[in-house]
Nanobody, 123 residues
Framework: QVQLVESGGGLVQAGGSLRLTCAAS????????KAWFRQVPGKEREFVAA????????YYADSVKGRFTISRDNAKNTVYLQMNSLKPEDTAVYYC????????????????WGQGTQVTVSS
């Protein structure tokens, strides 16, 4: 049983930065691969970034590579997504997800999801 709550979204100008936080409770934190997805109304959920159970490997969508960084703090049961050089096309609802297997871009392999946090990037 895992509960995930995202925070840190908001409105930011293009070129700016935000850090999203995913706070987990009711889980063995290190047992899960962790990921961020995003979704725009009318479109499918899109993979953004993932981190392995150990934290030793990270994966990024090409669209965010070099701009976004996923990390986690086991002591705080928290996952972060640092977003720099934001673009208007980054505007979406961002979701945190945990899964019992390896880090993957496949959303079907993640069992637990937060409710999302809105990120809006203005030009």
């Amino acid at each position: 049983q895992v509960q995930l709550v995202e925070s840190g979204g908001g409105l930011v100008q293009a070129g700016g930065s935000l850090r999203l936080t995913c706070a987990a409770s009711g889980s063995t934190f290190s047992s899960y691969a962790k990921a961020w997805f995003r979704q725009v109304p009318g479109k499918e959920r899109e993979f953004v970034a993932a981190i392995s159970r150990s934290g030793g490997r990270t994966y990024y969508a090409d669209s965010v590579k070099g701009r976004f960084t996923i990390s986690r703090d086991n002591a705080k049961n928290t996952v972060y997504l640092q977003m720099n050089s934001l673009k208007p096309e980054d505007t979406a609802v961002y979701y945190c997800a945990f899964g019992p297997g390896i880090a993957t871009v496949n959303p079907s392999l993640y069992n637990y999801w937060g409710q999302g946090t809105q990120v809006t990037v203005s030009s």
